[in-house]
């Protein structure tokens, strides 16, 4: 495992495996976290990995920022240390989003305000039967962080969004689900399995294609319809100048299954 002191990080077999690591703290995000989090990142953001798996250390995903770590700062420093841990997690998390390696999250326990941020940010998410989800933020007088505001409303509609950040509810899995915040629920005895065995699949795949998928998903958000399709025609024409186009293609015509190479 890496050298971090608030995550722990390592790759195997192409798929990177990052764990929040802070067990006696409910995984919080502290600005030490933020700060790794954004240096993990950009060590996934690399060819040799074809997939990320995120989870967290003992009995919770991440409760959300450290609150501790907020007061104890002076008053008039602490709007800019506040700042400063904001931008290290933010730019994490763009770079998460915008790479090619798709990212599975596995969500044991509580994911709440920062934690539930980052539920919002991945691309798959597969939840404990007793994961439980919840926004928090204006519970403490505060507004959310960590792409909450952008991606979550692009999940759940602007209505359902403005309620679960207004009114905090404590979503189990089954609800997260239904709202389409979580990809699949499994038995907690199974997180484990089922979340590695997602990302072993997703690692085997096109990594160029599914980079390119969502990086074309964060435009059409606010492109226009001419714009987006300019852009599609764009990604797929390039697409057929990577080796996994050609291997794809290939073994469609000769009936076989393909083996992509992540190139």
């Keep these: 495992m890496s050298e971090y002191s608030r995550l722990?990080?390592?790759?195997?077999?192409?798929i990177a495996h990052v764990v929040l690591n802070r067990p006696e703290a409910a995984n919080a995000v502290d600005a030490e976290?933020?700060?790794?989090?954004?240096?993990?990142?950009?060590?996934?953001?690399?060819?040799?990995?074809?997939?990320?798996?995120?989870?967290?250390?003992?009995?919770?995903?991440?409760?959300?920022?450290?609150?501790?770590?907020?007061?104890?700062q002076p008053q008039d420093e602490l709007p800019g240390f506040i700042e400063r841990m904001a931008a290290f997690l933010h730019r994490g998390?763009?770079?998460?989003?915008?790479?090619?390696?798709?990212v599975v999250a596995a969500v044991n326990g509580a994911a709440g305000g920062a934690g539930m941020?980052?539920?919002?940010?991945?691309?798959?998410v597969v939840a404990a039967e007793s994961a439980r989800f919840t926004?928090?933020?204006?519970?403490?007088?505060?507004?959310?962080?960590?792409?909450?505001t952008y991606f979550l409303p692009r999940i759940v509609g602007f209505r359902r969004a403005a309620e679960l950040m207004l009114t905090n509810p404590v979503l189990d899995s089954r609800r997260a689900y239904e709202l389409g915040i979580v990809t699949r629920v499994v038995a907690d005895a199974d997180l484990t399995k089922e979340s590695e065995a997602l990302a072993i699949e997703l690692a085997r795949g096109a990594t160029v294609a599914y980079g390119t998928v969502k990086r074309l998903l964060l435009a059409s958000a606010t492109n226009s319809l001419e714009t987006q399709l300019e852009l599609e025609g764009a990604a797929i024409a390039h697409m057929t100048t990577t080796a996994d186009a050609r291997e794809g293609i290939a073994a469609f015509i000769g009936k076989r299954p393909p083996k992509f190479k992540g190139v």
Excluded at 8 to 14: A, K, N, Q
Excluded at 41 to 61: E, H, I, K, N, Y
Excluded at 135 to 148: I, Q
């Design 8 to 14: 722990l990080f390592e790759v195997r077999e192409g």
């Design 33 to 72: 976290m933020a700060r790794e989090f954004e240096d993990c990142m950009a060590r996934c953001d690399d060819p040799s990995v074809r997939a990320v798996l995120l989870t967290g250390a003992g009995r919770m995903f991440c409760g959300g920022g450290d609150l501790k770590s907020f007061a104890a």
């Design 93 to 102: 998390i763009a770079r998460m989003a915008r790479m090619n390696a798709p």
């Design 117 to 124: 941020s980052l539920v919002c940010a991945v691309d798959f």
């Design 135 to 148: 926004m928090a933020y204006t519970r403490s007088g505060l507004t959310p962080d960590g792409s909450s």
